[in-house]
């Protein structure tokens, strides 16, 4: 039986997993988008196998399956059936930088509420805010999409008639760019 173990994450991995019954200490680097057959070509038996997936799953490796099904970033997956498919990492691949781009876009959403807060509050002499966030080099990959070009803007300009009729809480301003 083989194990196949691939990345995909947007970074490299260096994989450590001690093959079981020996004191050898099996260490592969992982490049973003490639896999690695562990061990060596004469195979591994089940036990083994078993014994290094559950090692791995410590450090986010699952199943095709596995991965599809889970709630955060996978950033390994596995095959025994032969090497991981592309078709299948790219599925993984795409559905993990939708979980990073969603969970990014909340993140600035919930930096724009708290930069309101503050700003609202008596002790802060801040009245306006202008926070921009651009990504300077956009992905090398078609498949991305757009560049992320977001930003928002906090004006509590607490002095005009407009703001004075407003209750403190709606008086910060935000803005879409």
């Not at 002790?123 to 926070?131: D, G, H, V």
Request: glycine residues 8%.
């Amino acid at each position: 039986m083989q194990l196949y173990i691939a990345n995909v994450s947007h970074h490299n991995h260096i994989v450590n997993c001690r093959l079981p019954e020996t004191t050898k200490v099996w260490t592969k680097e992982i490049p973003m988008g490639r896999q690695a057959m562990v061990g060596d070509r004469s195979g591994l038996t089940k036990e083994q196998v078993d014994k290094i997936i559950e090692q791995m799953g410590l450090y986010g490796l699952r199943s095709f399956k596995e991965a599809m099904n889970s709630e955060g970033v996978v950033p390994l997956i596995y095959s025994t059936d032969g090497p991981v498919s592309s078709d299948s990492m790219m599925k993984v691949i795409h559905r993990n930088r939708g979980i990073l781009q969603s969970s990014g876009k909340r993140r600035r959403e919930e930096a724009a509420v708290a930069a309101n807060v503050m700003m609202n509050t008596e002790e802060t002499p801040l009245r306006k805010l202008e926070m921009s966030i651009e990504e300077a080099t956009p992905g090398s990959l078609p498949s991305e999409g757009a560049p992320i070009a977001e930003g928002f803007r906090v004006d509590n300009a607490a002095n005009t008639s407009e703001n004075k009729r407003k209750p403190r809480s709606l008086r910060g301003q935000m803005k879409p760019q």
